[in-house]
């Protein structure tokens, strides 16, 4: 296996290492919608999740367990095959796509093991929650962020080039 594409590889099994302990802890110490308040605006919480992001699809009836763990493998094969092309030179991009790789990984495995998503963040102010969610959903969210960084950045080979165009 290629050096450059292991290094990614081994950072997001990092991340699902971390996604799965952190649930595994949480599930051993909390029952099913059980809070703890750690601060006003924080809280742990046990959550079985079905749906996708923000619970979407929760009810929808278990075909969406299917569904989604299809859109994971082909996200995992897509990012898979997009990391052994890359350019050695990039790391925002190769980074972003490797916290979603992590993060894919870590929900996949829990549908397979479970049928659904075990999240356990909450954040809230006042009477407002956001929908709870965990450390895969963490790492999706900052690789999406990075590649938008990346997507809105001046590509390094451009702001020097100074032929006409």
Known sequence: ???????????????VLLDQWSKHEIAARLTLQEHLVLAPFFNLVLM???????????DAGGWQRWLFMGLAVAV????????????RRL???????????GG??????????????????????????????NLADSAITL???????????DPPDAAQDTSPG
């Open 76 to 87: 995992v094969l897509l990012i898979v095959a997009w990391l052994s092309r890359m350019p």
């Open 1 to 15: 296996m290629d050096r450059f594409i292991g290094r990614w590889l081994a950072l997001a099994a990092v991340v």
């Open 48 to 58: 079985h999740n079905t749906g996708a992001a923000f619970s979407m699809l929760n």
């Open 143 to 153: 690789g999406v962020a990075l590649l938008l960084i990346d997507a809105f950045r």
């Open 91 to 101: 790391i925002l991009l190769p980074l972003g796509l490797t916290m979603i790789l």
């Open 104 to 133: 894919a990984v870590g929900n996949l495995i829990d549908r397979v093991r479970f049928g659904y998503v075990v999240d356990f963040i909450q954040v809230h102010y006042q009477d407002w929650y956001f929908p709870a969610f």
